[in-house]
C-alpha cells in the first residue's frame, strides 16, 4: 500500500457552534472554508498534532475530544481525519494567525451557508450527521 500522510481537521465547537476557516493559500483552495488543522508530522499522534496546529494557526489553546468516524482523500498522500475539539477555558478567541484569513462560527442552521472546500463536505456531513443524531 502506497505511504498516506493524515491531515488532522479539527470540528471545533464552541456554545453549539462550529469553526469555518477561510483559506488564503495556495491559490486553488485559497477562498474556501475547512476545517482548521494541517498535516501529522512524523511520530506525532494524530491529537497532539491537531492541538499543535490549532495553536499555530488560531492562537487558540484547544483540546481534541474524539476522531468522527471515516476518513477523506485529499490530494495523493493526503487523507483526512477529523476529531471534535474544544477550547480550553481561558484560550484566546481564535484569529486567522496563518494559513485562514476569515474565521466564521456556524450554528447547527447554518453549516451549509459556507463554501466548504469540495473535499470537506462529507466530512462535514459526518459531523453534522452526529450533530443531530
Ligand atoms: N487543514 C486542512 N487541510 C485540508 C483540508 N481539506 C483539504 O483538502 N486540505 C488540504 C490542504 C493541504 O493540501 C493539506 C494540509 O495542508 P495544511 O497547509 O493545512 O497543513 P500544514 O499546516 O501542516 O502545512 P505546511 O504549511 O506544513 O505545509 O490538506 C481541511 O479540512 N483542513
Redesign the pocket.
Known amino acids: 500500500m502506497k505511504e498516506r500522510i493524515v ?1 488532522v ?1 479539527a470540528a471545533l465547537f464552541d456554545g453549539g457552534r462550529l469553526l469555518a476557516a477561510r483559506r488564503s493559500a495556495p491559490p486553488e ?1 485559497a477562498g474556501r472554508y ?6 501529522v508530522e512524523p511520530g506525532e499522534a494524530p491529537d497532539a498534532a491537531l492541538v499543535r ?1 490549532l495553536r499555530e494557526e488560531l492562537g487558540v489553546e484547544a483540546e481534541a475530544v474524539e476522531r468522527v468516524p471515516g476518513e477523506w482523500d ?2 495523493p498522500p ?1 487523507v ?1 481525519h477529523v476529531w471534535t475539539a474544544r477550547l480550553r477555558p481561558g484560550s484566546p478567541d481564535p484569529k486567522p494567525l496563518e ?1 485562514h484569513d476569515e474565521l466564521r462560527w456556524l450554528a447547527p442552521g447554518e453549516l451549509w451557508d459556507v463554501d466548504w ?1 469540495d ?2 463536505v462529507p ?1 462535514v456531513r459526518e459531523v453534522a450527521a452526529r450533530l443531530s443524531g
Do not use: F
Not at 34 to 39: H, I, N, R, T, Y
Open positions: 491531515v481537521g483552495l475547512e476545517l482548521p488543522g494541517g498535516k496546529e485529499l490530494k493526503y483526512l494559513d472546500l473535499q470537506d466530512a
